[in-house]
């Protein structure tokens, strides 16, 4: 197993790239206007409310990673703060479903803004085709190899981030400083009367607002790849929140600058393309969806790299079960082709809405696992302040319970869908590791050496 890693194959600069790949392509593409439509005219806010949340999130990663860096990475702090039981395997795989609801979230945003440009000439049922078609081309890169996809990453990531950087700045100075378009922005009387924001749906939208940070994870699965990894991880992570920080907010303010509040939400599965018409004209308009297209593209190859490097480290620690289903080659491809497939039916058969939801619900109780793992079991290994431990857990608490209540509102079944998927996964690895494992946590009964 360990050959299949390369260590010190991923720069500091490749590890930021991978990050912010994955962050930018769901938070501001597939994400503003989804915040918008909770948030109301204070969705700016949720962003910066979001990154707060995710910095405290951050804290634990960092801290094990640094002092153990794996390319399990989430994976291995569980096993260290849980052991091999359910409870570990469990959120491990939490965790890396959550990432393969991210591809697919993502996978659809690129179908949505390819689409843009033909505005309703040609059939919306493109839109999964598309991006079960980005699915497959990124499997195809991520078999060439970290080297490939390390340099796809740090050249995309450069395009999108400075890209959609300068057209935020062009949106806000094209759009001028209306005293009055600030203030209607901002929850002043006016046409955003129909938006009135409750404290219950804004924490909700800090949900979604994490959500879209939750790419700095894609860092800490690749850990025993990335070069001095016991300072590079830490550091690769707080610099790719801090740029897609910046990033979210100026994008943030460019879209309330250029549409009214009710056109973001109408439009928000494309909301930057939208918005990008009013300021920018219609060149503005095909760069923007040539910028989500790079953006969309990029996160879905980062977030493959990750969750396969992580199920194939979970596969190896004995934690999950594994078939070949008589395919050749090592485990890492096994488990890439089970993260492009699940990711397309995804795509296929959920909408946006839906798939956001779910992995808020997923991540965030996975993270919740992980930050009590490190609070009762890592924190002497690590020197994790538990002040600040104890802090990320009620944040997470707090955001998934009105996450939670606003579903069970508007949309009970996702809801459902949720509590059913985490419950079997628990369920599924408590059996698993009771049943099929040797008496000494060995191998599964009934598998062959390398499974």
């Known amino acids: 197993m360990t050959a299949e890693y390369q260590k010190g194959s991923i720069t500091l600069f490749d590890g930021i790239a991978m990050g912010t790949g994955v962050m930018i392509g769901a938070g501001i593409f597939a994400l503003t206007g989804q915040i918008a439509e909770l948030a109301g005219p204070w969705f700016p806010a949720a962003f910066l409310v979001g990154a707060i949340v995710t910095a405290f999130s951050a804290y634990s990663y960092i801290k094990v990673s640094n ?16 052991g091999t039981g359910a409870v570990a395997a469990g959120a491990a795989l939490l965790m890396a479903f959550s990432m393969v609801i991210n591809q697919s979230l993502v ?28 699915i497959l081309v990124a499997f195809l890169v991520n078999l060439s190899g970290n080297r490939l996809v390390g340099t796809a990453s740090v050249v995309m990531a450069l395009i999108k981030v400075g890209g959609i950087a300068l057209l935020a700045l062009a949106a806000l100075w094209a759009s001028g400083v209306d005293p009055e378009m600030w203030g209607e922005m901002w929850g002043a009387p006016g046409e955003t009367g129909a938006f009135d924001t409750t404290v219950t749906g804004f924490v909700a939208s800090v949900a979604l607002a994490v959500l879209a940070f939750k790419g700095f994870t894609t860092i800490t699965n690749s850990g025993a790849e990335i070069t001095n990894p ?24 460019a879209v309330g600058s250029s549409l ?36 969309t593209a990029s996160g879905i190859i980062a977030s493959v790299f990750a969750v396969s490097r992580m199920l194939a480290m979970l596969t190896d620690m004995k934690m ?67 002040v600040i431990v104890l802090s990320a857990i009620g944040f997470d608490t707090v955001v998934l319970i009105a996450f939670g209540w606003l579903k069970w509102s508007s949309d009970p079944l996702i809801l459902a869908v949720a509590l059913v998927g985490i419950l079997s996964v628990f369920a599924y690895q408590r059996y698993y590791l009771s049943r099929w494992l040797g008496p000494e946590g060995g191998k599964p009964h009934g598998t062959h050496e390398g499974r």
Request: aromatic share 10%; charged share 10%.
């Open 230 to 253: 016991h300072r590079n991880v830490g550091r690769a992570i707080i610099l790719s929140i801090l740029i897609c920080v910046v990033v979210y907010l100026l994008i943030a303010f």
């Open 260 to 295: 009214p509040l009710r056109d973001i939400v109408a439009a928000k599965n494309y909301a930057l393309a939208e918005a990008a018409k009013p300021s920018l004209g219609i060149y503005g308009f095909y760069v923007t969806v040539v910028l989500a297209v790079i953006a």
């Open 107 to 134: 996978a659809r945003t690129f179908g949505t803004y390819v689409l843009r440009p033909f505005d309703g000439a040609v059939d919306p049922r493109l839109v999964p085709v598309l991006g079960v078609g980005l």
């Open 320 to 386: 999950i079960p594994h078939s070949h289903f008589g395919m050749p080659g090592h485990v890492r491809g096994h488990m890439l082709v089970y993260t492009v497939v699940l990711a397309a039916l995804l795509s296929v058969f959920f909408d946006l809405t839906r798939i956001a939801s779910l992995g808020v619900f997923f991540y965030l109780v996975m993270d919740i696992v992980v930050h009590v793992g490190v609070l009762r079991t890592l924190r002497a290994a690590t020197g994790a302040n538990p």
């Open 67 to 82: 002092a153990f860096p794996s390319a399990g990475g989430i994976g291995m702090i569980l096993h260290k703060a849980y």
